[in-house]
């Protein structure tokens, strides 16, 4: 019985003053192998007698376990260099410094991804760009109310005899003639994501933003395939249970034309605070103005496309229930980082 | 523009056993949006919107004609009823009857101009029904008289004014177009310096009024008004507008003015307000009507094609089903088998003039949410995405470098402008900036990035933050040159950190990169601790430590890193073609040398020496560069790291020993080294 006692102390000293992994992978055989004092003891159980065969086999077994097992705490111990062998696995990890995306970047990113998958493809065009792309090809003629002044930012910079002033683009809605004029032949496909800029600056509106503009035009397109594009996004990009509808609207551009509205996610379309009537103004769209594929010089006899297109960061303000747009910008650290 | 309309008064025109909801529900799939339903007391109030190709909705009559139309084609029982007095005679009730002279310069000024004058009037408070009315509509209640030109204007749309007719010198009215330095007081008690152009009316003496917009205080009602001119018009909308803009009035007048009235109305409208006033302040009239309209209005006959119809609506619609919808809106419909003849009512002659305006009309009211749901067929175009695309990929793989995206304005300051190396002339200059903060495009992203640090600096040590974004440089007769440039903009002193980065990012975005000396004056980037970036000999960016000047103007007294990259250049350059090299299959011998040279020893020249020496050298690196006292000013200590390998066998020690001799040798001969092995 001593023997075992005393076998058990030498083994522990031996384990817990190994300094390295190769004098603990030594002591293994040393302790644990066939001809260690441990397995000898174990073979000279039957030269005892039978009465206290049982309860020293008992304790062999004993201190063959937690030396194994003191074994295996000193080979974690030196393994991970560590003097406690007890982890704390509620403690922080080391981690890589990662960076942060700018919800914008987020949205945007996601919103082509859904696109992508219809096979268009994301373009994109000037943002300074002639007043011909931003309004006279788009059937806004002089004097519409957009090309004034006081609602669009025009550069101080000659006027082109052909394309008149350079504006900062009010809209995306620049790149449909230009894609037109680009792809020549449709089908057309196409995503432009672009900065915009408006006159304004108010609670809800800051003079810079972003809008994303689609537009499709082939032989055969319908009012049902806009419905149809409409209700693929929402339920990818908002929810499989949110619905869209498509209410008469007003736009030079498209004819006819469509306001898109997705029930709120805060209500669920009951109507709320936030919403109206249980509905959100999604964005516009509509089929493309014949006067607009004749600027793109595409015949709308044979032709017929539609066009949608929506401020990026109201979609970002309807997913996010942010309360002021105007965060976006103001590139508070501690809002950046948020995301 | 948004339109208050009480669902009492509504009620009114539209005899309808339809719920409130439901005409709210109605008229938002197929017409103008109900925003918003207010329950007041026993009533409702809408708040809709009204689009700007719609002014013939921009009332409540016009909206129960909408309605109407609607409730009708989804199966509601509903009839018009238009408000009472609207087709009177308008004879002279007096035997003596009163002159005006009416006279019209310019007839594209104004198309219709109607007039009549009433007398005996009694001024006094109008009906409680027309006092709760406007008041719902917001519109404060004055007198009889007054009121019925507010009440006329919401209920049908069409402005009208009244003058006092014993105010108007000569009972003469001239209509003509406004010459510069004219002066009008109108009846809101405000001086206004007129615009050349507006439109406006004289009396035999002076100006009474602002046509479209608000009439002259000179001519008003008052209490003590006998006789009253009714004055019942259209405009030319885009002077009305010009107008309001250069003066910055609104109006509700000017607001329907500007959008274009029905001319064929006028008359009607006249007529009621005549009704009214005979009503409500015992008025008579007493002149002969006045009516100049030289051009009638005329609707355009349109024609369309049922292929075309169904094409856009993406499912048949029997030809009877179309025409019972434009007739329920109002047209004169013709059919035959392949297409549809249709003439638009006056109130909407305006705004229809081609076949896709009448498709609308039918797809509207037959429903959008009664339309299916199908994705577009044919086929997927073979059109490679733009940079952008590359740029989303581009930002995923700056946050795992951890960096943060900022976002900040295009547009910017003078202030901020002189924080960039561009000439000022070369800057894209607003002709109508909204403030001084807002004024130019930024040909540089670095103090708009600057700024943000600035703002930050306070809230967290170590800031590390990027944005993608366009730049803009004024360019002769073409747009400006609008590149797409990556800024990077961190906190620190080092400048192999930033290069390191650049090296991350150019080998992410797979091209080969090569650093240079800035030689130039650079006021952004501190000339010695700065390099250009050159991909496939082309400069592409910089980068480096930022300029003392420029962080001390934003008010940081910390070092900034900054990289700025254009990104339409890099991207229209070729990428590296990366093609498999066979594996060797003996073990390299890996050794250091380490060396002394002189500071200004190109650590590149050394490598690519070291490569020519021997040609057993495959690969050289540099593990370690510092500079001490302990070696002596103006050197510098490299270890280089160099992998001997052959492809016939592991190199003998002999073999390596040979080589590392000429490479010492060489080190020794060419760059003066003092190689300290």
New interface residues.
Partial sequence: MDNIKKLREEAETKILSAQNLEDLNKLYIEIFGKNSALANLTKNLSSLPPESRRQAGANINQAKQDLEKLYQTKRVSLVTNRKSTQIDVTAPGKKQQLGHLHLVSQAIEEIVEIFSKLGFSLQSYPEVDWDWYAFEALNMPKGHPARDDWETFFVDAPQNPKYGRQVLTPHTSNGQVREMEAVKTPPIRMINISRCYRRQIDVSHTPMFHQFEGLLVDKKVSITDLKGTFDFFTKTFFGPNRITRLRPHHFRFTEPSFEVDVTCGVCAGRGCRLCKEGWLELGGSGMVHPKVLEAGKIDPKTYTGFAFGWGIERTIAMKTELPDIRLLYQNDIRFLEQF | MNIKIPVSWLREYLKTDAAAKTI?REL??????????EKRGEDYIFDIEV????PDAFSVFGIAREANAILNFVGNKSKLQPPVGMDLNLEPDTKEKLALDVKVANPILCPRFTAIILSNIKIGPSPAYIKNRLEAVGIRAINNIVDITNYIMMETGNPMHAFDYDKILGAKMVLRASKTGEKLTTLDGKNYNLPEGSIVIEDQKRLIDLCGIMGGENSQITRRTKRAIFFVQAYDP?TI?RTT?TLAVRTEAAARFEKGIDLENILPVLSRAVYLAKKNAGAQIASELVDIYPKKQVSKTVTLNSVKLD?????KIEPSKAAQILRLLGFKVETDIARLTAVAPAWRAQDIK?D??L??EI??IYG??N???????????Q???????DV?AL??S??????????????ISKAMLNGSQVDPKDA???????TEE?QF?RPSLIPSLVD?VA??QN??QD????EI??T?I?RK?A??Q?D?WLTIVKTGNDFYEIKGLTENILQILKRNVTFQKETRENRIFQKDESAIVNVEGQEVGTLGLLSHTLTDSFGINIQLLSLELNLTKVFGLKTTQKGFKPLSKYPPQIEDISAIFATQTPVTMITEEIKKASHLVKNVEVTDIFESEKIGKGKKSITLRITYQKSTGTPETEEVREARDKIIKMLQKEFLAQVRV
Avoid: C
């Avoid at chain 2, 094409?311 to 499912?315: C, T």
């Avoid at chain 2, 339309?371 to 175009?381: F, K, N, V």
């Avoid at chain 2, 700056?398 to 547009?411: N, R, W």
């Fill in positions: 709210a938002s799939l197929a017409g103008p949006s109900v925003e918003r339903t689009t700007t190709n719609r885009k507008r803009q094409k856009y609506l993406g499912i081609e896709v305006d498709i609308e797809a509207r959008y949410h339309l299916p749901s199908t994705l577009p067929e044919g086929q997927i175009p059109r490679p995405d733009g940079i952008l695309k989303i930002k995923n700056l946050k795992v470098l951890g960096l943060t995206e900022a976002m900040s304005y295009s547009i894209v200059e607003l002709q109508n900036p909204l807002w495009m943000v703002k930050n809230l967290k800031i590390a933050i990027f974004a366009k803009y004024k007769d747009l400006p609008q797409l």
